[in-house]
């Protein structure tokens, strides 16, 4: 997939993630703004934060590979206000109403109910939009969870 990409000119850049239990805890709260995000570590090399603000920099979009990545591009974006060099413990829990400011897309698989990942796809599309992808997936027979099917949010 990636040889295929980078064929058709689409850079690849590369960050570490530990994907931690709190990803795979799901919302038991009423209200998802009361649910604790487990922070998950990360770390993003000076190089790969350079060609990330060179991208941004030529207006080109960033199409992030997974909600992780997601979710950790944000984070060290609202932290620092461009791509810097980091490494530490992303908690950005991502809700609908969320405004995305580092990326322009991104490829994800389907995420179980109740899962902070859902509401984060939820956020970046509309949830009616997610619904009836999820209707579509359904009736296609698509697999669920993480080796399951992925769809292109953008």
Do not use: W
Request: positive net charge; aromatic residues 10%; contains cysteine.
């Amino acid at each position: 997939m990636f040889a295929q990409l980078s064929a058709r000119g689409i850079e690849i850049v590369k960050l570490t993630l530990h994907v931690g239990v709190g990803t795979f805890i799901p919302v038991r709260t009423d209200d998802p703004r009361e649910h604790v995000l487990k922070p998950e570590r990360f770390e993003l090399s000076e190089e790969s934060a350079a060609r990330l603000n060179a991208a941004r920099d030529a207006g080109r979009r960033l199409i992030a590979v997974g909600t992780t990545s997601t979710r950790t591009l944000e984070y060290v974006l609202q932290k620092h206000g461009r791509f810097t060099a980091a490494s530490g413990e992303a908690d950005l829990f991502i809700l609908p109403g969320y405004e995305f400011k580092a990326v322009g897309g991104m490829l994800t698989n389907f995420h179980l109910p109740r899962s902070t990942l859902l509401m984060l796809v939820s956020a970046f599309c509309s949830r009616e939009k997610i619904l009836a992808a999820y209707r579509h997936a359904i009736a296609e027979g698509y697999r669920f969870y993480s080796y399951g099917d992925c769809m292109l949010i953008r």
